[in-house]
């Protein structure tokens, strides 16, 4: 069925990004191993619309399944991703919304989540901390780590802010 090669076309593609990923992390030579420029290009089309769908999921108000599994999909891409891998990551729309979950106060699932999706980001996209201190989430680390209620947020948040210190 359509669906089912669709899918499996899905799945190959973010193997094959993942193991690109990897292969990039652990310095490889990768001329030899990069796909060629039309493969590439369709990566990254597919990438982006894989992007938006994760933008949507995140900005689902009051569904916190959705912003979940957006946010486990988000985190996934951006701790395999490199900076050209991501090169269609649009920061300005991901930032303010990750931030915004950051102080989600209902779910400390979709909290630490956020601040994950956050930190991989900075080290992804060192360029990304602009953003990041630009729509205010400096604040809102500042307030979990004054409030501690989760010790896993609360380490992720202390994390990020050592990242953050460069640039405030």
Request: hydrophobic share 45%; net charge negative; charged share 15%.
């Amino acid at each position: 069925s359509e669906g089912g090669v669709g899918m499996l076309q899905q799945n190959l593609t973010s193997a094959s990004s993942a193991l690109l990923g990897v292969l990039r992390k652990l310095g490889a030579g990768l001329d030899d191993l990069l796909p060629s420029s039309a493969m590439a290009a369709a990566s990254s089309s597919q990438q982006s619309g894989r992007l938006k769908k994760i933008l949507l999921g995140l900005e689902a108000d009051g569904e916190e399944g959705k912003q979940v599994e957006a946010l486990t999909q988000l985190c996934e891409i951006l701790s395999i991703g490199t900076e050209d891998s991501l090169s269609t990551f649009s920061v300005d729309s991901f930032v303010p919304v990750l931030v915004n979950l950051i102080t989600y106060m209902e779910n400390p699932d979709i909290m630490l989540l956020a601040a994950r999706a956050i930190t991989h980001l900075c080290d992804v996209l060192p360029s990304s901390c602009a953003a990041v201190v630009h729509y205010g989430a400096v604040d809102s680390f500042v307030n979990k780590l004054l409030t501690i209620e989760y010790m896993d947020l609360a380490e992720q948040v202390s994390n990020l802010y050592k990242m953050l210190r460069v640039i405030i």
